[in-house]
């Protein structure tokens, strides 16, 4: 009897970059912790994985990361405060962060790229496939594109990419991969990869977003990866070999996503991404927005 492949459970996410294009406020707050609105923006990407069933959370982070596991943690006298108050509604959301998922961290240590903070998972992930989540995208839950992922992994093995089409003059921002049609109208089959090419070099206009769902094979390949593109170990080089050589582990897909996204890397776009929540927030849409239309009205 051929036995199923096992439910993918974990996810990791690295999380030690040191946020230097927010700078001053993460010289002491990192930058996972900005808020989106009123919940920082780490929050929402283990909400993300923990919808799409990945329960069992990774946190590769660096140093001055310390309050990422104290907001994933309970805070008793906070909660004793709240409960003597009677404010069940604050305790609530003190409480929900500590009850999403199980979390476990690993300290990179040394910023050597995407790739080696992957590869700092290792030991926690095993043999079994598994998801990474870049902290700087966020995927609006109404459009789930991890899930979607995680589905065509179990079906099709290898490992399965999030895409993008983005404009080409902004495909150098992103690594890019060329790629030709599945019988599935929003996967393809990836057969290169490039990390941030020049616009003429692009094989494409399809750019990686920050989730990927890999197969164990990946962490041998990074472990004899060399530092690429900004002297780092990059994730794309090791990714480009897998899908060069699927007897390595098996194929790469990509899941082409069109739905929601808000980029939290850039200030600009963090700043738009609060705007688009904040108006869609039942508790606070109606007035921010009337606010918004009136501040338009009168800079214009």
């Known amino acids: 009897m051929t036995q199923s492949p096992p439910r993918i459970s974990k ?35 283990v909400e993300e994985a923990v919808m799409a069933g990945l329960s069992d959370v990774l946190m590769v982070t660096g140093r001055n990361k310390r309050p990422l596991e104290d907001h994933f943690d309970r805070n008793y006298e906070l909660e004793e405060a709240l409960t003597r108050k009677g404010d069940t509604e604050r305790l609530a959301k003190v409480q929900e962060s500590s009850d999403l998922a199980t979390m476990h961290y690993v300290r990179q240590g040394d910023p050597k790229g995407l790739g080696h903070a992957v590869l700092c998972a290792a030991p926690h992930v095993g043999d079994q496939p598994f998801a990474v989540l870049l902290g700087d995208d966020l995927i609006d839950p109404r459009d789930p594109l991890l899930s979607r992922m995680v589905e065509i992994q179990e079906r099709e093995g290898g490992s399965v990419i999030a895409l993008m089409e983005v404009d080409p003059d902004q495909i150098h921002l992103y690594g890019c991969a060329a790629v030709e049609p599945t019988a599935y109208g929003d996967v393809v089959k990836v057969h290169d990869l490039v990390e941030k090419p020049d616009r003429a070099d692009a094989p494409s ?18 472990r004899r990866t060399e530092p690429g593109r900004g002297g780092e170990i990059q994730l794309t080089d090791a990714l480009q070999q897998l899908s060069a050589d699927e007897k390595a582990g098996g194929p790469v897909h990509g899941v082409v996503f069109k739905g929601r996204r ?13 705007v688009r929540l904040a108006c869609e927030r039942e508790d606070l849409g109606p007035d921010f927005r009337a606010w918004l239309r009136s501040y338009v009205t009168e800079e214009m």
Not at 14 to 40: H, I, S, Y
């Open 11 to 45: 996810a990791v996410i690295p999380a030690a970059g040191l946020g230097t294009r927010f700078l001053p406020v993460t010289k002491a707050t990192p930058k996972e912790m900005l808020p989106v609105v009123d919940k920082p923006a780490i929050q929402y990407v």
């Open 262 to 274: 808000y980029d939290t890397g850039d200030r600009g776009d963090y700043l738009r991404a609060i």
């Open 205 to 222: 206009n399809y750019a990686i977003i920050g989730r990927y769902v890999l197969d164990p094979a990946v962490f041998e390949i990074l």
